[in-house]
């Protein structure tokens, strides 16, 4: 942490005890705010909170693109910058923003890359698992990541606990620790709970999925797991469990699930970030009108 800015660890501190962000997204924060206190210090000889002004925050965004930063990029650490300010106004280290005269360079919009549900279907009704505790485990973590829409830092650190069998639903723990609620069908409840029930006996966590050492699994584990799976199946490029969540979404929005819905699913927290699957689903009306009507 920067000594020369204190205002710096507060934010942090803001971000892990009263927001609850998660370890990926604090750090992150801190890398873009760090690499700006930094070149601020190297350019302009450590100017106080206060002193930074639009015009010094303009010349880092240029210089980054310059680096040939993307515009995500760029955006990404114009949005922190935004949240840090924010912050100080309400700690009342300084009156106004700087950032209120700054604006994101714009971004085109990428509809999200999704696996065919025949390939889905391939997936589960034609490819091999190994008929042992890994195997079982893959097999599970692909139907669970096809079937609930869930995040890989969901996947891995949900918990026995948050399998409610009553309701046949699971409680998951998304983005700023928010719990949601995602149905489950009845067979892929059997298959957790008979997963979780004949774990291997040195199996101490409390996560749902461990290796057959009954070790917790890591988040590159489940990527190559997702990935091995995928390229037998599908010539997608990108082959990760984020693609099983833009899959998840887009084959329920092809299928008439309300937007509201799938937002809810998905933990989103508004429904600006769920309507880029719309464009899929439109995409999908205009096939089976051009192969139906008469007229097309």
Same mark, same amino acid.
């Given at each position: ?26 750090? *992150?924060?801190? =890398? ?20 930074? !002004? ?28 935004? #949240? ?42 034609? %490819? ?39 309701? #046949? ?14 149905? %489950? ?8 709970? =008979? ?28 990527? =190559? ?5 995928? !390229? ?7 082959? *990760? ?5 833009? #899959?998840?979404?887009?084959?329920? +929005?092809? =299928?008439?699930?309300?937007?509201? +819905? ?6 989103? *927290? *508004? ?26």
């Amino acid at each position: 942490m920067l000594q020369q800015y204190p205002e710096l660890g507060a934010f942090v501190n803001y971000l892990r005890f009263q927001k609850r962000y998660s370890h990926h997204t604090i750090v *992150s924060y801190q =890398n873009d705010l760090e690499q700006f206190l930094n070149f601020i210090i190297s350019d302009f000889k450590t100017p106080s909170i206060k002193e930074i !002004s639009p015009s010094i925050i303009r010349t880092w965004l240029a210089g980054l693109k310059e680096q040939n930063f993307t515009s995500k990029s760029i955006n990404r650490k114009i949005s922190t910058l935004k #949240s840090f300010f924010k912050f100080l106004m309400k700690e009342e280290v300084i009156d106004a923003t700087p950032m209120s005269i700054i604006s994101a360079p714009k971004i085109g919009k990428r509809l999200p890359v999704y696996v065919e549900e025949k390939d889905m279907q391939t997936l589960f009704a034609y %490819v091999e698992f190994a008929d042992n505790w890994k195997g079982r485990t893959e097999k599970l973590i692909l139907q669970l990541f096809y079937s609930t829409g869930m995040r890989i830092s969901e996947l891995i650190n949900l918990k026995k606990g948050q399998v409610d069998v009553s309701y #046949s639903h699971l409680k998951v723990l998304g983005k700023g620790n928010k719990e949601r609620i995602i149905p %489950v069908n009845k067979e892929l409840l059997a298959q957790l709970l =008979n997963y979780i029930s004949s774990r291997p006996g040195n199996a101490t966590s409390e996560n749902v999925f461990v290796n057959e050492m009954g070790k917790n699994l890591y988040a590159k584990q489940v990527y =190559n797991i997702v990935k091995k799976h995928l !390229s037998l199946v599908t010539t997608v490029q990108k082959k *990760s469990p984020h693609i099983l969540r833009h #899959s998840f979404a887009t084959h329920l +929005a092809n =299928n008439g699930a309300d937007l509201n +819905a799938v937002k809810e699913l998905l933990g989103h *927290s *508004s429904l600006a970030a769920t309507q880029v699957y719309t464009h899929n689903s439109i995409g999908k009306l205009k096939e089976v009108f051009n192969k139906a009507h008469p007229k097309a």
